[in-house]
Each structure stands twice: as C-alpha cells, then as structure tokens.
Nanobody, 114 residues
Framework: VQLQASGGGLVQVGGSLRLSCAASGSIFSRYDMGWFRQAPGKQREFVARITTTGTQNYPDSVKGRFAISRDSAKNTVYLQMNSLKPEDTAVYLC?????????WGQGTLVTVSS
C-alpha cells in the first residue's frame, strides 16, 4: 500500500484546512485509516482514525474540531481541520492498518500562525 498525503499549508488561528491521503490499489476499503502528527521535538501523536465500517475515533485535543472521512471510490481519506490552533502545527501523516500490517505515507506540513 502506498499513501500520498497532501493539503498542508499555512493557515491563521481559527482557520480551516482539509488534508487528503490517497491510497494505491483496490484494497483501500479493507484498511482502517488514520492520521497522526508530529511537531518538532515531540513524539508522534494520534489525531484521528476511521475503520472499514466508518467508526471514528479522536483524542480529546481535536474532538469537535477535526473530522475524518473516507471515500472508497477515490481511495482517499480526508481530515477536515477546523478552528485551528497554534498547537496544531505539525507534520501530519496518514497510515493504513490491517491484520498487523501497517503502512505510512509521507507527511504534509500544517503551520498555524497567530
């Protein structure tokens, strides 16, 4: 599985961005998909997850502001980020998980300026 993330950029506090992660192959629908982020000098942090059945999970830090979705027709998972804060600044990475197999895409940088 190859994953290609995009959509990062510079946004002001309170703004919105939508990240995309395009997956190769026709097996996209069999994978749980997730977003993580890593800020400079910090550990990688879980941001959102959507299962093959559409169940979503978020940490408290983004709950109510971020929304993950998936489009099987486009083999793409999205992360809609609203009400962005400076602490959301990080490289955002997507992953695909199934039966112990884990794949990561490259990151896309999100910078929230005040």
């Amino acid at each position: 599985v190859q994953l290609q993330a995009s959509g990062g950029g510079l946004v002001q506090v309170g703004g919105s961005l939508r990240l995309s992660c395009a997956a190769s192959g026709s097996i996209f629908s069999r994978y749980d998909m997730g977003w993580f982020r890593q800020a400079p000098g910090k550990q990688r942090e879980f941001v959102a997850r959507i299962t093959t059945t559409g169940t979503q999970n978020y940490p408290d830090s983004v709950k109510g502001r971020f929304a993950i979705s998936r489009d099987s027709a486009k083999n793409t998972v999205y992360l809609q980020m609203n009400s962005l804060k400076p602490e959301d600044t990080a490289v955002y990475l997507c992953n695909a998980v199934r039966s112990g197999a884990l794949y990561w895409g490259q990151g896309t940088l999100v910078t929230v300026s005040s």
